[in-house]
């Protein structure tokens, strides 16, 4: 409503308390019984919930199961907030530290790279050190003292660390140099570590989850396997006689983010917050956490790796709303190998893009507050806190990310954890862009892995598509066959428009397996016909696209599994 200069006047008895902002008119407060009655009308209408059901039911079929068992509910509401604690929010203020990744297999070329990424805006070098490697050649001409420089060199950590330090001579080192020594070294590597570090003035120790990721595991598993490493840190460096500041503040921590947006911001939140409760009760007071963020491994597709941009984008925004320092874009050519010039460039630019032209990075936390967030961050603290003390007393983590691994790649193969380009939309015709090879994925159990390797061998023989009536070529049922098979590497021939079984054997041309598409009035008037003549001319299988009859051998449509499915259809077609 509106006062007689024209401007917003308060309803009368609606006024805001002092010290709130009421944005809402009286006609859009809406409860959560209204919203639960309008939810109930639509799930009815698409059939998900029966007349006669409570209502109490939307919110059962909404929700939404994370791999660790966490429900989210379809809506957030204050409630989600009562007696929760609501720490771990990110303290980095402005934008994050951009930092590119590159592996050494040749210096002039990694020199030549890192060269470009600093002229391109990145602020820091992430190396993946492998014996022998160059140090010195690689790092020629770079400005120490503003970039800092990230080291992984697992093999022999001491011996690259030495080696920066011994490049760097009298000059000095940006504060956040890592020497990179990860968690799990042998004891006397990581004393040596931290007082090189202490020496140098940089970080020294890694803490490094982003393994539980890679192999298939859960958000809750990687924020328990980083307490482990981070408590073993505590446990052998405080019985060498540090104290756990001096360990706590010569430390960063590594994670995965994914496309996974929300369960991303809610990760890194939960991780500040239980690292500082292991600090808080080891006695210590440097309860900050310093983190980074990698985009996902696993997500990402080799078949269509273009998508590959739109995951890391999705994931960086993710890392820089949950607060990481440091954020990691991996190139979207990297599964093909080596990454070129452009995939490198886009990489860096994503996180450009989000700070300088979206500005994620201008508000300190863009998601405090948000009950979603804020009861995800807290589930999973709780649960990660709780598988913490249970590895603690002996449980076998690998086995726990074997389990997650196996329950994720089933949801892959249902096609409830779609992966464009790959289960959903793929195409058979493309050119993949050639890169040379590089064995940075070596340990990396991608999510499509199944399905990448029909792709890598794809079916010699078509499946006949076998489209019943004038407009089935158009028809949802025939692309959804067509894309199905496509995931599986299995191309189709279509029949294209029939308006009897004449006209559809006319199109035949013999291939073992046949898929029948049409609409239920079609399959009904001349389906089991069309089977029988097919059956007739020399198909061995028929597939019925909807629900199974007892003329055809197989059926398919949603909620199928479709790696069962296409590796069926493979065999008939051999």
């Keep these: 409503m509106t006062d007689v200069e024209g401007g917003l006047a308060e309803p009368a008895g609606l006024e805001p308390e002092q010290g709130s902002l009421d944005l809402a008119d009286p006609a859009d407060r809406w409860s959560a019984a209204d919203w639960e009655d309008a939810a109930a009308a639509v ?5 998900r919930l029966a007349e006669d059901d409570d209502n109490a039911l939307v919110w059962e079929r909404l929700t939404r199961t994370t791999l660790d068992g966490i429900g989210i509910p379809p809506l957030g509401t204050p409630a989600l907030l009562e007696d929760l604690t609501t720490d771990g929010r990110p303290t980095r203020a402005g934008a994050w530290d951009v930092r590119a990744h590159l592996r050494l297999a040749d210096a002039k070329a990694a020199n030549e790279e890192l060269r470009v990424d600093l002229d391109g805006g990145v602020t820091s070098l992430w190396l993946t050190v492998d014996p022998g490697a160059d140090l010195a050649a690689v790092l020629d001409g770079v400005l120490l003292d503003l970039a800092p420089v990230v080291l992984d060199a697992t093999a022999d950590p001491l011996a690259a660390a030495r080696a920066l330090l011994d490049h760097a001579g009298d000059a000095e080192l940006h504060p956040g140099t890592n020497l990179g020594v990860p968690a799990t070294a042998d004891d006397a590597d990581l004393l040596a570590g931290l007082e090189l570090a202490e020496r140098a003035g940089v970080l020294g120790l890694v803490v490094d989850a982003t393994d539980v990721h890679d192999r298939g595991g859960s958000d809750v598993q990687e924020l328990a396997r980083s307490l482990v490493l981070g408590v073993r840190l505590l446990r052998v460096l405080t019985e060498a006689g540090r104290s756990v500041d001096e360990v706590a503040r010569r430390v960063e921590f590594r994670f995965a983010a994914s496309d996974e947006q929300f369960p991303t911001i809610a990760k890194l939140r939960a991780a500040r917050r239980l690292w500082a409760r292991v600090v808080e009760l080891s006695g210590g007071t440097d309860l900050e956490q310093r983190q980074h963020a990698v985009t996902s491994r696993p997500m990402m597709s080799r078949y269509d790796p273009y998508v590959n941009m739109l995951r890391t984008t999705v994931a960086a925004f993710a890392a820089g709303v949950g607060g990481a320092d440091a954020v990691t874009v991996l190139p979207f050519d990297s599964p093909l190998g080596r990454p070129d010039v452009l995939g490198r460039r886009i990489a860096r630019n994503t996180s450009h893009l989000l700070i300088e032209e ?5 508000v300190a936390d863009p998601a405090g507050g948000a009950y979603a967030v804020e009861k995800l961050t ?4 709780v649960a990660a806190w709780t598988l913490f003390g249970r590895l603690e007393d002996g449980t076998d983590l690998d086995e726990l990310v074997a389990a997650t691994a196996a329950e994720r790649d089933a949801q892959v193969a249902r096609r409830t954890r779609p992966i464009t380009g790959l289960t959903e939309f793929p195409h058979l015709a493309e050119v993949l862009p050639e890169r040379a090879p590089d064995d940075s994925w070596a340990g990396v159990r991608p999510h499509g892995a199944a399905f990448e390797a029909l792709r890598d061998e794809p079916a010699a023989t078509p499946v006949f598509l076998a489209t019943l009536g004038t407009v089935a070529s158009h028809t949802a049922r025939a692309t959804f066959a ?23 054997l006319a199109a035949y041309d013999g291939q073992p397996v046949v898929c029948l598409a049409g609409s239920d009035a079609a399959y009904a008037e001349w389906g089991a ?9 020399g198909a061995r299988w028929v597939i019925v696209a909807g629900r199974p009859t007892d003329y055809v051998d197989d059926s398919c449509a949603m909620g199928v599994d479709a790696l069962d499915f296409v590796t069926r259809t493979r065999e008939k077609l051999s």
């Design 43 to 47: 799930l009815r209408k698409a059939r």
């Design 378 to 381: 807290d589930d999973l603290a």
């Design 529 to 537: 016909a069309a089977a029988e003549a097919l059956r007739g001319a």
């Design 358 to 362: 979206s500005h994620v990075a201008a």
């Design 482 to 504: 067509t894309n199905l098979f496509a995931a599986g590497g299995i191309a189709v021939s279509p029949a294209g428009a029939t308006a009897d079984v004449e006209a559809l």
